[in-house]
């Protein structure tokens, strides 16, 4: 797992190495934690679509999902997740309950 910038300073997170139950926490962690107005560009094997159902369908209209193919290295999929807003009540424990299928 590497984390590297983009030419706009934009980080990138490798997940590509990781196991599900490493992946989860940390993805879920950097979307959580990134200030409004803020994205980093993710880079998976796969396009992670049960994760972006459950931080859209847990925090509706806070991340705006975005695939980059240009960043993409290998077979990976790069996605700019950005956060666009918050949750008035912050994000609190939902994001513990994600699991891997």
Request: hydrophobic share 40%; with cysteine; aromatic share 8%.
């Amino acid at each position: 797992m590497s984390n590297t910038s983009t030419s706009t300073s934009e980080e990138i997170f490798d997940a590509r190495d990781l196991t599900c139950d490493d992946k989860r926490p940390a993805v879920i962690g950097r979307c959580v934690n990134l200030p409004v107005g803020s994205s980093f560009v993710l880079l998976n094997g796969h396009d992670p679509v049960p994760l972006r159902a459950f931080l859209d369908g847990q925090f509706p209209g806070c991340f705006r999902w975005e695939h980059v193919p240009a960043l993409a290295v290998d077979d990976s999929v790069a996605i700019r997740v950005s956060k666009v807003g918050a949750p008035v009540d912050g994000f609190g424990a939902p994001v513990a309950d994600f699991r891997c299928h």
